[in-house]
């Protein structure tokens, strides 16, 4: 019986298999089922395709195997993928947030494939101010949220076949991690800018200079208000004042910065943490407020960062947005001096910054940011009042949406004037909030004629405007040849063009002692402090007001527990709620507060880190993340040295992406890491867009429309959950009053006994409810299926809608793709040792040249195609080659790596796919050796003949004469005459 099962089924599998399937057969044999039929059925059952029980077998063997582990010390040739790590919402992943991994794990496995070492890293972004306004509503520690969410993300990404080194794994939030972010924060602290020497220096070198020389001849990036000191002043200085002194230089300090507080969060917010005027999150109002906050002194390295982008693979876009950022402009700083007045006898400097310094005669009044710090002292009795309502309002506003609001036009005249410093003329002082604080000195001298936004705020105000550029040609196009355009009608400028004007001015100011020529840009140092708990703390305690590190040896310094996640009812951060927050200068331990006695024991900072502390190092702590001793080791990065692949969104261009470059250029400077930028090649993928369903209810009414009821009607758009409709837009009624119970008496007008929803384009958020979950996707058709079909959507860096229905075409390709493997008696596993045709060579081939070329260049779309193609091409030949089939597994293997381990493994190997040699193209393959010749009679093709091309004239002639089929169009007549067009066609004239 067991001969007879061999040979009739003639199975391929391993022994183990075998026999599993005599078991069952025996067991339908003792129930009654004639044992032939039973080893069918089940035989037939096992061959197909089934990739819920092959992508659980594969996922369990890369996890147990740690297949996709990277080497610090290795011979092959490094290659880094790093994706941006995601932060883990509560929400999990939608079928957009792959799209990116999926692309990144593609080229990674392609990477190994061709023989280097991957690192494909993966982590979470762990902090931040969703957890913890969960547990503000909860109650519910945010450590224990964040834990909650990352397991669901884990098991996401198991799900999808990523081939990350999860021994790498990192997390903002670990103690073991943001002990490092503490330690680059200490180096910061300990370290100055010399604009001399380009570069980071320790504060020691300072320090020595200091005493030595004075601060006169020292180039260095430091605050505006710093005074000229000499050594002797220096050195008879308290300890304290030295410290104070010091926080001018170093890279990260202490400073009183206007912010965007929102109240109901408690917390401090980035830019692009509000939005039109609110926080993103949740939609409370935001306010500008004075704080000492630390800060970061990005704007010391304004110009490397803008120098880097030069050397760099990003976007274009991405560069552009980086670039307009920093903002470099030439030109001039102007200091013009108050008025005195009866009320205020003090005459006070107000510093500008001007690209134009050649317009300075056509200055007829000053604009000050309404927060600038001049405003208070200079405005008087008389128009206080209004100053002060004005203030208060643009308080209310973003910088953002002030710089986006160019139509509205809004003032107030602060009742102070300045000196013009060349005609002496007085010139008023205004507030507007076209200024902003935080660009530039927060002061413009307002120039009408020649600046349209001035112009207006004159016109609108009945301000005079002066034209010193009567009957000159200012146009954009005039000022294009800079050195022979006139620019000017003025007695000092009169006839000059703009670069002779620039340096008359400019020469002119510096004799005066008012001004300069100056370089300045539009970034600003970066506010560092966030009022909240679910942050890194920083290694900081208090002496006196002053602020002192913590010894690194000393780290972690760990969050402490407390009992409310809101600000204190005194205002003070989360961390105000702590009782055990202090710094025991003898034990280097936390202590109670009770124990503080600032002699040796002192308060701790309450505020913590923003969210782009954490991400700012990630893919350097990467190489080396479970090293205790620093924050990774010599031999890691020498061998690492930075990303090669670097994928993620382009809204983080003015964020992560700016601030992680800083980082690493000071890192660099201090001779941690080999290279000043860290990711060789950036690439932005698209969102995948989400359809969103809406129903209608017509205005004023609880009344429902369907779609085609609409026209011509108010109606009000509201979303429906996507998961209520259906393939043809149908709603289900019942399910949407049940999900929005306050509809569950409204009245829904079908059309046709039907309830028809709109269709709109968005992005994919769950405020849409048009999220579609990928672990439903999985469930349905596999996660091969999935990340073919989000590759296949479109090219990477484009946004495209998602459409479910559209995966069931990939789902058909895989089955067929598996089909090509089985084409056994009975459906078995079958490759032919026979070797392959030349046809199925080409088809191989042509699909590795393509391929490879669409890896390289990102373009895994088409790939896609390709590989639909060639599955057709091969099931039409019949072929079933080892030589032509097992190349295929490992070219599609990057794709769609379960089923290809599964064929790879039945192929007969013992190892993963992923170990395996990718496919080299050979372009004999694709030389053609024969032409497939249209065959005519009077001038009328007839058919087809395949024909050497290397055949003379006569030996075409020949062959095509005596072919069967020629003989029956002949029908017994002879050829007149053969015309024969070597490589292209043959005539044959009866």
Request: net charge negative; hydrophobic share 35%.
């Amino acid at each position: 019986m067991y001969h007879q099962e061999d040979t009739y089924f003639n199975f391929q599998f391993r022994n183990e298999e075998r026999n599993r399937i005599i078991v069952v057969v025996l067991r339908f044999s003792l129930s009654g089922i004639t044992p032939i039929f039973a080893a069918i059925a089940r035989e037939r059952i096992r061959m197909k395709y089934d990739f819920r029980r092959i992508e659980d077998k594969w996922q369990e063997y890369w996890a147990k195997n740690q297949t996709f582990k990277a080497e610090n010390n290795s011979a092959k040739e490094k290659f880094y993928v790093l994706d941006m790590f995601p932060y883990p919402s509560g929400a999990g992943l939608h079928v957009g947030h792959p799209l990116g991994y999926i692309a990144s794990d593609i080229y990674s496995r392609f990477k190994r494939l061709k023989g280097f070492n991957v690192l494909h890293p993966m982590g979470y972004d762990s902090f931040g101010l969703p957890a913890e306004q969960y547990a503000i509503q909860t109650g519910q520690h945010p450590a224990i949220t964040t834990e909650t969410n990352i397991k669901r993300y884990r098991e996401q990404l198991d799900q999808l076949g990523f081939s990350f080194d999860w021994s790498r794994e990192v997390r903002t939030s670990d103690p073991a991690y943001y002990k490092w972010t503490q330690w680059i924060f200490i180096q910061l602290f300990n370290s100055w800018y010399d604009q001399e020497a380009d570069r980071a220096e320790d504060v020691s070198v300072l320090i020595e200079r200091l005493s030595k020389e004075g601060n006169k001849n020292i180039k260095a990036a430091c605050d505006d208000d710093t005074p000229v000191i000499t050594a002797s002043e220096w050195n008879a200085m308290e300890e304290e004042e030295r410290e104070r002194f010091l926080l001018k230089y170093r890279l990260t300090y202490l400073a009183d910065t206007e912010v965007n507080w929102c109240p109901a969060l408690g917390t401090v917010l980035a830019n692009d943490e509000i939005v039109n005027g609110v926080s993103e999150r949740g939609g409370h109002p935001v306010v500008r407020k004075k704080m000492t906050q630390w800060s970061m002194r990005i704007t010391a390295y304004a110009q490397r960062l803008l120098d880097g982008l030069q050397t760099i693979d990003w976007p274009q876009p991405l560069k552009d947005a980086q670039t307009n950022w920093i903002g470099r402009s030439v030109g001039a700083s102007i200091t013009f001096y108050t008025e005195p007045t009866e009320e205020n006898n003090s005459s006070y400097p107000i510093e500008v910054f001007t690209t134009r310094p050649d317009t300075l005669f056509g200055v007829s009044f000053m604009t000050l940011a309404p927060e600038h710090p001049l405003v208070e002292k200079i405005t008087t009795k008389a128009q206080k009042a209004e100053v002060d309502r004005y203030v208060e309002a643009s308080a209310k506003r973003s910088e953002r949406d002030r710089m986006a609001d160019v139509k509205t036009i809004t003032g107030v005249f602060t009742g102070a004037y300045v000196k013009h410093p060349f005609s002496g003329e007085k010139v008023p002082v205004w507030i507007g909030d076209y200024v902003l604080a935080g660009y530039g000195t927060g002061a413009v001298m307002s120039v009408p004629c020649g600046d349209q936004r001035d112009y207006d705020f004159a016109r609108h105000f009945n301000i005079p405007i002066p034209n010193i550029f009567e009957g000159v040609d200012i146009s954009e196009e005039a000022f294009a040849d800079k050195e022979n355009t006139v620019i000017a009608n003025s007695d000092f400028l009169n006839g000059l063009s703009y670069k002779k004007a620039t340096a008359a001015i400019i020469k002119a100011l510096e004799e005066k002692g008012i001004g300069k020529g100056k370089v300045n840009y539009r970034l600003r140092d970066a506010v560092f402090s966030r009022q909240r708990y679910w942050g890194e703390p920083f290694p900081v305690y208090y002496v006196n007001g002053i602020p002192k590190m913590i010894d690194a040896k000393h780290l972690p310094l760990t969050l402490p527990e407390v009992e409310k996640y809101l600000p204190t009812e005194t205002g003070e951060p989360p961390l105000g709620n702590a009782t055990d927050w202090a710094w025991d200068t003898k034990t280097n331990k936390v202590v109670s507060n009770d124990r503080i006695d600032h002699k040796e024991v002192f308060p701790l900072e309450l505020n913590t880190m923003p969210g782009w502390a954490g991400s700012s190092q990630y893919f350097n702590r990467y190489m080396d993340p479970l090293n205790d001793e620093a924050i990774f080791s010599n031999e890691a990065i020498s061998y690492w040295q930075d990303v090669d692949l670097y994928i993620g969104g382009i809204e983080h261009a003015t964020g992560h992406l700016l601030y992680s470059r800083f980082w690493q250029k000071f890192m660099y400077d201090k001779g941690w890491v080999v290279k000043d930028e860290y990711a060789k090649k950036l690439i932005n993928q698209g969102m995948i867009l989400g359809t969103s369903a809406f129903v209608y209810r017509e205005e004023g009414t609880n009344r429902f429309l369907s779609r085609g009821l609409t026209e011509g009607k108010k109606v009000d758009p509201i979303h429906a959950d996507v998961s209520l409709v259906n393939a043809s837009d149908e709603l289900d009624v019942e399910g949407f009053r049940e999900w929005r119970p306050e509809f569950k008496d409204a009245e829904f007008v079908k059309e046709k006994g039907v309830f028809q929803v709109g269709r709109e384009v968005e992005k994919m958020s769950k405020s849409k409810y048009n999220v579609v979950n990928p672990d439903a996707i999985c469930e349905e058709y596999g996660a091969d299926a999935l990340r073919l079909y989000e590759m296949f959507l479109g090219p990477l860096e484009q946004s495209k809608p998602w459409n479910t229905a559209g995966i069931t075409g990939v789902f058909a390709f895989l089955k067929k793709l598996w089909r090509l493997y089985h084409s056994g008696e009975h459906g078995s596993f079958y490759l032919s040792e026979n070797e392959p045709d030349q046809q199925a060579l080409k088809t191989l081939h042509k699909t590795i040249k393509k391929v490879t070329e669409d890896i390289e260049d990102f373009s895994f779309n088409t790939s896609v195609s390709t590989f639909m193609i060639c599955v057709n091409e091969l099931s039409s030949q019949k072929c079933h080659a080892r030589g032509i089939l097992e190349p295929l597994i490992v070219l599609i293997s990057p794709y769609a790596p379960h089923i290809a381990e599964e064929l790879w493994s039945k192929a007969g190997h013992n190892t993963s796919v992923s170990h395996a040699e990718f496919p080299e193209f050979d372009e004999k393959f694709l030389v053609e050796d024969q032409k497939e010749y249209p065959i005519s009679f009077n001038g009328k093709m007839r058919f087809t003949l395949t024909l050497p091309l290397d055949l003379s004239k006569e030996e075409i002639e020949k062959r095509v004469l005596g072919d069967e089929k020629t003989q029956s169009q002949l029908g017994g007549k002879s050829a007149r005459k053969v015309i024969v067009v070597p490589g292209k066609i043959v005539n044959i004239v009866v």
